[in-house]
């Protein structure tokens, strides 16, 4: 099973500032990387798929990148409802498997 | 507009069985695979099971093989969770999704299953 190591646990910044999310997977995923989104109470939110293809309707402020095993997502400038929990998911292979998330909060 | 609704979830006792259906539209639902991803409360997402666009193909994560079935009605647009033999580490969350537009963008709303005695 490929295990999804994501860091950090949580995060704390400002309005304005950039970030980044990490995602590390024990074996080559091959790019089949997707970010989400999910806020309190709601289903989670594609951002990202495939490494670094912004789904319809995400701000540009969100970009992806990566290959092999390492992954990051980038919030190039926090906007107050950014301010959620963020997870990867890899989909190369079974089972699928997600990160463990990123709370996001307001410093 | 994509819309996936989920729907039979609530309260069941430990060993028991309950099913869960997610009613899809707004897309070509016998073109694409679908899946089930769950979370227990305050916890992460935690994919469940997978069925390919003909029913053809399934997979488990391992603590529910043999305990829950994938199925899917292409006529009906419906997809579904068999669960039985329920235990507490079930209680979650349970989502439905779907590969269309490159795996995962849409999910339904969630519903949420209690195992509990």
């Known amino acids: 099973d490929i295990q999804m190591t994501q860091s950090p646990s949580f995060l704390s910044a400002s309005v304005g500032d950039r970030v980044t999310i990490n995602c590390k997977a024990s074996q080559n995923i091959n790019k089949y990387l997707n970010w989400y989104q999910q806020k309190l109470g709601e289903a989670p939110k594609r951002l990202i798929y495939n490494t670094n293809n912004l789904q319809t309707g995400i701000p540009s402020r969100f970009s992806g990148s990566g290959s092999g095993t390492d992954y990051t997502l980038t919030i190039s400038s926090l906007q107050p409802e950014d301010f959620a929990t963020y997870f990867c998911l890899q989909h190369n292979s079974f089972p699928l498997t997600f990160g463990s998330g990123t709370k996001l909060e307001i410093k | ?117």
């Open chain 2, 1 to 117: 507009e994509v819309q996936l609704v989920e729907s039979g979830g609530g309260l069941v006792q430990p060993g028991r069985s309950m099913k869960l259906s997610c009613a899809a539209s707004g897309f070509t639902f016998s073109n694409y695979g679908m899946a089930w991803v769950r979370q227990a409360p305050k916890k992460g997402l935690e994919w469940v099971a997978y069925i390919s666009y003909d029913g053809g193909s399934t997979y488990y994560r391992d603590p529910v093989k043999g305990r829950f079935t994938i199925s899917r009605d292409n006529a009906k647009s419906t997809l579904y969770l068999q669960m039985d033999s329920l235990r507490s580490e079930d209680t979650a969350t349970y989502y439905c999704t779907t590969t269309y537009a490159h795996w995962f963008a849409y999910w339904g709303q969630g519903t949420l299953v209690t195992v509990s005695s």
